[in-house]
């Protein structure tokens, strides 16, 4: 069987992620390639989309927030992801039980003796207006009802588990600041979500392995549960099987693949790219080294900002006053580093409306 090594799978993610060059799509396009982009950071899938679309203008992405055709919303990990409207409305059931456990995991002491089902019941009946309520407003509303545990633990049960909610606008529109308003998905997008699939099929799982090796592939099965959160998609993996190739990781560990998907020569050159916080081409894997050394893997869940240089985590970067600042975490060569403030200068001019292209690129650590 053939072993690709980091080099290889790093070529092979970055073609999948729109970071090896920037694709001509539309904006709904990509967000449905990319399967989704963690969103927690509301500003974050603006940066997310320039580093990976030619000539992209935020003001079509928040359109199509306000135009109903891209969401806010708790999905893979329990983590706000900005995904299609039709993606969410497939997808949300086949998360229910994941998502319900991920706040159980938490607050598990705290919702002891709560009735979830009924308090489903509530909150579906309390949401049915189609009202956007923040979730202090949902917990005053439930909680007048009956006893029950503090609001924090009851606030996510509902708003990240119980009932299926999107983000209203202006929350997520760009340049623009809002508070979380929480909307039934249902009400927001006109009708239910799908219902979930009888206990013997998993039609949407196999959807997830298909669409998730098309943007993260050649990955393991352990990667795919990363990504998604999923425990439950061995018989998916297994029912789409026979349309997968193999490969190894220098681990010795099998990776699935879609046959005709893009695995670039390891040779071809890798332009620097700018990613937002949490970006998915980093959390997206459960074995990280194909982007990210273990050194620096922390960065990847603490919200830092991160500059690809050939491919791999070289730098972090802030913005402030208009000013992008990059700091290496290793020596740049001159031509990385030229082409680092290149691309910085283009993400100040956007993150400014062009009213900035000013970079500084620090020295290396010591």
Same mark, same amino acid.
């Given at each position: 069987?053939?072993?690709?090594?980091?080099?290889?799978?790093? @070529?092979?993610?970055?073609?999948?992620?729109?970071?090896?060059?920037?694709?001509?799509?539309?904006?709904?396009?990509?967000?449905?390639?990319?399967?989704?982009?963690?969103?927690?950071?509301?500003?974050?899938?603006?940066?997310?989309?320039?580093?990976?679309?030619?000539?992209?203008?935020?003001?079509?992405?928040?359109?199509?927030? #306000?135009?109903?055709?891209?969401?806010?919303?708790?999905?893979? @990990?329990?983590?706000?992801?900005?995904?299609?409207?039709?993606?969410?409305?497939?997808?949300?059931?086949?998360?229910?039980?994941?998502?319900?456990?991920?706040?159980?995991?938490?607050?598990?002491?705290?919702?002891?003796?709560?009735?979830?089902?009924?308090? #489903?019941? !509530?909150?579906?009946?309390?949401?049915?207006?189609?009202?956007?309520? #923040?979730?202090?407003? %949902?917990?005053?509303?439930?909680?007048?009802?009956?006893?029950?545990?503090?609001?924090?633990?009851?606030?996510?049960?509902?708003?990240?588990?119980?009932?299926?909610?999107?983000?209203?606008?202006?929350?997520?529109?760009?340049?623009?600041?809002?508070?979380?308003?929480?909307?039934?998905?249902?009400?927001?997008?006109?009708?239910?979500?799908?219902?979930?699939?009888?206990?013997?099929?998993?039609?949407?799982?196999?959807?997830?392995?298909?669409?998730?090796?098309?943007?993260?592939?050649?990955?393991?099965?352990?990667?795919?549960?990363?990504?998604?959160?999923?425990?439950?998609?061995?018989?998916?993996?297994?029912?789409?099987?026979?349309?997968?190739?193999?490969?190894?990781?220098?681990?010795?560990?099998?990776?699935?693949?879609?046959?005709?998907?893009?695995?670039?020569?390891?040779?071809?050159?890798?332009?620097?790219?700018?990613?937002?916080?949490?970006?998915?081409? %980093?959390?997206?894997?459960?074995?990280?080294?194909? %982007? %990210?050394?273990?050194?620096?893997?922390?960065?990847?869940?603490?919200?830092?900002?991160?500059?690809?240089?050939?491919?791999?985590?070289?730098?972090?970067?802030?913005?402030?006053?208009?000013?992008? #600042?990059?700091?290496?975490?290793?020596?740049?060569?001159?031509?990385?580093?030229?082409?680092?403030? !290149?691309?910085?200068?283009?993400?100040?001019?956007?993150?400014?409306?062009?009213?900035?292209?000013?970079?500084?690129?620090?020295?290396?650590?010591?």
């Amino acid at each position: 069987m053939t072993v690709l090594d980091h080099r290889a799978l790093n @070529r092979a993610t970055l073609a999948r992620q729109l970071l090896l060059e920037r694709a001509d799509l539309p904006v709904v396009d990509a967000v449905a390639h990319l399967c989704g982009l963690q969103a927690q950071e509301p500003q974050e899938p603006f940066v997310g989309l320039w580093s990976r679309l030619t000539a992209f203008d935020p003001a079509v992405l928040s359109d199509l927030l #306000t135009r109903r055709s891209v969401v806010r919303t708790h999905l893979m @990990r329990r983590t706000v992801h900005l995904v299609t409207a039709e993606d969410v409305l497939a997808w949300r059931s086949r998360h229910d039980a994941m998502l319900r456990q991920r706040v159980l995991g938490v607050y598990r002491d705290e919702l002891k003796g709560v009735d979830l089902e009924e308090l #489903t019941a !509530d909150a579906r009946e309390l949401m049915a207006d189609g009202e956007p309520r #923040t979730a202090a407003e %949902i917990v005053r509303a439930l909680a007048g009802r009956r006893p029950g545990p503090g609001p924090r633990p009851l606030g996510e049960m509902v708003v990240a588990a119980l009932v299926p909610m999107a983000q209203a606008p202006p929350r997520g529109l760009w340049r623009t600041k809002g508070g979380v308003r929480n909307v039934a998905l249902s009400s927001w997008l006109g009708r239910p979500v799908d219902p979930p699939a009888p206990e013997d099929a998993d039609p949407v799982g196999q959807v997830l392995v298909r669409r998730y090796l098309a943007a993260y592939g050649p990955a393991a099965t352990a990667d795919l549960r990363a990504w998604s959160g999923l425990a439950g998609l061995p018989g998916a993996v297994a029912a789409v099987r026979d349309e997968l190739v193999s490969f190894r990781d220098v681990r010795g560990r099998e990776l699935l693949d879609l046959p005709d998907a893009p695995r670039p020569d390891p040779d071809t050159p890798a332009p620097v790219r700018f990613l937002p916080a949490f970006d998915n081409a %980093i959390l997206g894997y459960q074995d990280r080294g194909r %982007i %990210i050394d273990d050194a620096h893997r922390g960065l990847s869940v603490a919200g830092e900002r991160v500059v690809l240089v050939d491919g791999r985590v070289a730098a972090t970067w802030t913005v402030v006053d208009d000013v992008v #600042t990059v700091e290496p975490l290793r020596a740049l060569s001159r031509a990385d580093r030229t082409a680092v403030a !290149d691309q910085g200068r283009g993400l100040a001019a956007f993150l400014s409306g062009g009213d900035s292209d000013r970079v500084r690129v620090a020295a290396p650590p010591r």
